[in-house]
């Protein structure tokens, strides 16, 4: 009988390499498929975490934090540097000069020196000393300082003061009486107020006083005369 030669290999039987083969396939095929379903699995979680929104973030998940550096505009710097005080006020007015100065009465008699600044409309203070002599030594403030109208300036004299005679004031107006004393070196008193006219005086007229020494002026109303017809007898 005569038949098909055949390879008896070829029956039932598989060649080593190609079994390897077949199986090494096989195995492929399988990691293949089991990575793809991982992958699947992982797209599927972040799609449904992005459609639940950032604001509900899975519990684990640290939220992502926002970059202040990266964000925050770069601060401009100031054109001119802050003020951190307050302009200093001015407490008190300027001093307004007058042009008036202590006039130059050293070396002159005490009674010129006094005439001219009472013509200044300045004040004057007498001070004698034990020396001898009317003049005026110094003066405070000093000659040439400036002052304002009604300062009283302060005359040195080198000896005392001289004598001088009290005035007859009694009858004339308070006020008369007062300039008068001045005039002459003295000064008034008022022990009963300086209105109406002078009805006594301390010392008396043509009593013997000395510069700076007071008089006392009593002032009042002036003593009406008796009248000459005699009172009704009852």
């Known amino acids: 009988m005569v038949g098909a030669v055949t390879d008896g290999n070829t029956v039932g039987e598989a060649y080593p390499d190609e079994a390897d083969a077949t199986g090494s396939g096989r195995s492929a095929k399988l990691l293949g498929g089991g990575l793809a379903v991982a992958l699947l699995a992982l797209a599927g979680a972040a799609g449904g975490w992005l459609l639940a929104g ?9 939220a992502a934090q926002p970059d202040v550096s990266a964000t925050a505009p770069p601060s401009e710097a100031p ?3 802050a003020r951190t005080t307050a302009p200093a006020t001015r407490t008190t007015a300027p001093t307004r000069s007058t042009g008036l100065t202590v006039p130059p009465v050293v070396g002159t008699d ?5 005439d001219e600044l009472r013509d200044l409309r300045l004040g004057w203070r007498l001070v004698f000393g034990v020396e001898s002599g009317r ?15 009604g300062t009283t300036v302060a005359l040195y004299v080198a000896g005392p003061a001289p004598e001088v005679s009290v005035p007859d004031l009694v009858g004339d107006d308070c006020d008369d009486a007062a300039e008068d004393l001045v005039e ?11 209105t109406g006219v002078v009805t006594a005086q ?9 510069w700076n020494d007071k008089v006392a002026l009593t002032c009042g109303e002036e003593p009406g005369e008796p009248s000459a017809e005699p009172p009704p007898t009852p």
Do not use: K
């Open 54 to 62: 950032e604001d509900d973030p899975s519990p684990g998940l640290p």
């Open 135 to 149: 003049d005026v030594r110094r003066a405070d403030p000093p000659v040439g300082s400036p002052v304002s109208r």
């Open 184 to 194: 002459e070196g003295l000064y008034p008193g008022y022990p009963t107020g300086r």
């Open 79 to 81: 054109s001119s540097p």
């Open 202 to 210: 301390a010392p008396a007229a043509d009593s013997t006083a000395h």
């Open 110 to 114: 005490f009674e010129d020196a006094r």
